[in-house]
């Protein structure tokens, strides 16, 4: 097991910026209304029978100005160069080259849209007996957009936020689906703490709404259909609503944070993940409740983020781990952003400093009694993030 | 005795077992004489139709087969062969039970065409929509395009056979992703976080959409006959990569836990650097500075001077803007040992295995300092005059060397550097 927590001597890592666009609305005021209400935004119509949470529509002119480079991204891309532009405004670095062409970056990402016409067109023509050797690379090269490769490249989130703030440090993509989140906090804090980075931008970027995404997940059945529910409440119902979402965080060393001035939002302290083999029942709960205990003691009043999606055997999985530590709260982010796949957990993290900064876990939203009200301010809040298929992630955020 | 820390105290990172595959074959011994003998692996397409196709060869590996295929299976399949053939070397750990984590480089992955067509037929009509697609797509039929198609799952594939520790990262930073999986081993053991790490790197996407998809960029070459001479670096009629495909595994270990078992220690770690380029998502900034500023970085991680580089293995795509920019950049950094230096470019030879390279051409750096003789780059009949490198043209080299420097630049402005060396300094 590998894991970042953190030793004596070692530097301590704030949260120093935070970029939301999700289902609930852009940036953080908007979000924080959106849980305190308990409003969910969910598309049951225009996906039937599935279910997906859709973006609240943003005018990505103001993080993305030029039209030109909003031509070269995909929805995906988008969301995420949005969200990472308002974490950069959050952390009060925008613009600021000094720190820009120094900042290193980790973004957890899949990979872009493909052209349903394109890929329907050749389908159906094969079906109606187009099959001279030829005809696939003959459709391609003349009906698949040129740059679209650079729209669907997983990188190139990366690049396009490299772009459009004028980044210069280091850029890693990670992938892999929920886990890939975490482990992109994991090396990020990991390289923060041992003094190889001073700062870093990390967080991923999912759209939701997407039917060759559905296609996807629904070979492995786990797609939520016909009706909205909890994520607690799927049980003989499982499934994920997929969600559209963008999430950064600015990770910074303390030193580096206090050097210009910058207010923390809370300190990410540890963060751990694991494979578990998920072989036989008791597989995943087993990892989880070890990433538990090599997370730093905690003394503190905690709660739980979870980022548990609703799809089975996982989340019942999971259920069992949080009975065990029944004292904590919990907050399911899948109820109310639906699931965001690689964008999860820099999602949980940063829904968690954000509530630590503003003194209170936001209100349950469960129909189940799995979520229940926390009273007074939360100083330590772990979050857990176990992935559909495979990859088990949790981190310590506390308040500084 | 060398001190187990570098100059900057960190724990120096050795190499103690490496894999290999590309177009020429399999494991170091047949890359290696085919390599130096200056044979290319770049052939015309035999494994679909080219009808239609601007480019139709390329560096595939053919030998490896998988069933059902698909590029990422065969990615998988030759990740599992080199790492078998890395961990064979080092002679770590215990067979499923590695001690240190994984990191790999491998191509995004996404839903294939032979899947996607056995969709499109089982939806058993002439005319219909996407919907009709996502309709039939569940009920278990399919569970397995599932997990083939996840991003993770080569990655969670090689951590279950190999029981590496922890959560394998699977990244990609495009051309650069080598080099990038090398380098967060590098980290991880001088961190102190494991004393081993196995670094993988694999790409076998040679499918009728990936060559689409650079040809509609115009970055490959069309130089289609004959197919071994369409790869030429630092030619003046070079005209684009050729795609290929192959592995690359790489056992890191910290000197004092290499030492401490008795490995043999096959080379050194010695730097490694990155730096993002912002200026465009598939050209570098014209002036340069971004790879300037790479290389330069990587030269200081390793605490060493451009005069201590005796050899560079240079990415060296063969696109008339990489080789040039390439040139310019090290110039840079170099000064006139930029046009001494011995430099070549395994692409000539294996095609450009796009998310392996980084760790490929680092393997053949590693198989330089053993044999002490630079493989040629190949094709060089008509040299670029505006490309001054001592490129080691046509023939293999001996020479002494002592470090080399490898680069690795990809779309999205991803820039690595490596250097390896043969001692710990």
Known sequence: ?400 | MTAPRDKLGRPVVVVTGMGIMTSLGAGKADNWSKLVAGESGIRTITRFPVDGLKTTMAGTVDFVSVDPFSSTGLSERMAELVTQEALEQAGIGAKADFPGPLFLAVAPVEVEWPQRRELGRAVGAEDFTYDDLLRISGGGKYSAFHHRFMFGSVAAHLAETFGTKGSPISLSTACASGATSIQLGVEAIRRGETDAALCVATDGTVNPEALVRFSLLSALSTQNDPPQAASRPFSKNRDGFVMAEGAGALVLESYEAATARGAKILGVIAGCGELTDSFHRTRSSPDGKPIIGCMNKTLADAGMTPDQIDHINAHGTATPENDKMEFNTTSAVFGDLAQKIPVTSNKSMVGHTISAAGAVEAIFSLLTLEHQRIPPTINYETPDPTILFNVVGNKARDARVTAVMSNSFGFGGQNASLILTREPA
Do not use: C
């Open chain 1, 1 to 400: 097991m590998t894991d970042t927590a953190s030793k004596p001597g070692q530097t301590e890592v704030w949260i120093t910026g935070i970029g939301l666009a999700t289902s609930l609305g852009e940036g953080l005021d908007a979000n924080w209304a959106a849980l305190q209400e308990k409003r969910i935004n969910v598309d049951e119509k225009g996906f039937a029978p599935f279910i997906v949470h859709p973006l609240l529509p943003v005018t990505f002119d103001s993080q993305i100005p030029k039209k030109g480079d909003q031509r070269q991204m995909e929805a995906w891309q988008r969301i995420g160069v949005y969200a990472a532009g308002l974490a950069l405004d959050s952390a009060g670095i925008k613009g600021n080259k000094d720190i820009l062409s120094k900042i290193d970056m980790v973004v957890a990402a899949g990979g872009g849209e493909r052209d349903l016409n394109v890929d329907t067109g050749v389908l159906n023509a094969e079906a109606k007996g187009a099959n001279a050797p030829g005809f696939l690379n003959e459709r391609l090269m003349s009906d698949l957009r040129p740059t679209l490769f650079l729209a669907q490249l997983s990188n190139l989130l990366a690049g396009n936020i490299a772009i459009v703030n004028g980044l210069g440090g280091t850029s890693r993509t990670f992938m892999g689906e929920e886990v890939a989140g975490a482990d992109a906090l994991r090396i990020a804090l990991s390289r923060i703490a041992s003094g190889e980075s001073d700062i870093a931008l990390v967080g991923g970027s999912h759209n939701g709404e997407r039917k060759d995404l559905l296609v996807l997940y629904e070979f492995g059945d786990f797609n939520l259909k016909n009706k909205f529910v909890p994520v607690w409440a799927r049980k003989d119902h499982a499934g994920f609503a997929l969600g559209s979402a963008g999430a950064f965080l600015v990770l910074e060393s303390r030193a580096h944070a206090e050097a210009r001035g910058a207010k923390p939002y809370a300190k990410l302290s540890s963060v751990v993940t694991d494979l578990a083999r998920r072989k036989q029942g008791g597989d995943m709960e087993a990892t989880l409740e070890k990433l538990w205990d090599k997370l730093p003691k905690r003394a503190g009043k905690g709660a739980i983020i979870s980022g548990a999606t609703g799809a089975e055997p996982a989340t019942s999985e999971e259920r069992d781990f949080l009975k065990k530590h029944a004292d904590f709260p919990v907050r399911a982010t899948g109820t109310m952003f639906g699931h965001t796949m690689e964008t999860q957990f820099p999602l949980g993290i940063a829904l968690a400093a954000l509530s630590i900064s503003r003194g209170a876990l936001f209100p349950p939203n469960d129909s189940t009694g799995t979520e229940i009200e926390m009273q007074g301010a939360p100083t330590q809040i772990v979050v857990v993030g176990a992935g559909h298929w495979r990859g088990e992630g949790m981190a310590l955020v506390e308040a500084v």
